[in-house]
Nanobody, 119 residues
């Protein structure tokens, strides 16, 4: 059963922007609002890495490579998480994955969405 669904990936030129969305259709409001959400990415031939995270109390963290360019947010009423990506660079090219940590109720991954930044 699919727990997380990502969308918003695509092909963009360097310097452009994309907004990724992650929906948790099977969550009830209390489960989603209590969970921590994050975005990871896996560049071609490399390991998956953490890009940004947002806790249930809206505390955010970013990797140094995206700090100042990417913004993570969430809308608990819609059971959605977002990643706004600005000033994109070719090295941002990767498959981006949404991750949900429900604390004691397990962790889940989305299926991934491809982001390709051309130079």
């Amino acid at each position: 059963q699919v727990q997380l669904v990502e969308s918003g990936g695509g092909l963009v030129q360097a310097g452009g922007s994309l907004r990724l969305s992650c929906k948790a259709p099977r969550n009830i409001f209390s489960v989603f609002s209590a969970s921590d959400m994050a975005w990871y990415r896996q560049p071609p031939g490399k390991e998956r890495e953490l890009v940004a995270s947002i806790t249930s109390d809206q505390t955010t963290t970013y990797s140094n490579s995206v700090k100042g360019r990417f913004t993570i947010s969430r809308d608990n009423s819609r059971k959605m998480a977002y990643l706004q990506m600005n000033s994109l660079k070719p090295e941002d090219t990767a498959v981006y994955y949404c991750h949900q940590d429900r604390r004691n109720a397990g962790a889940f991954w989305g299926q991934g969405t491809q982001v390709t930044v051309s130079s």
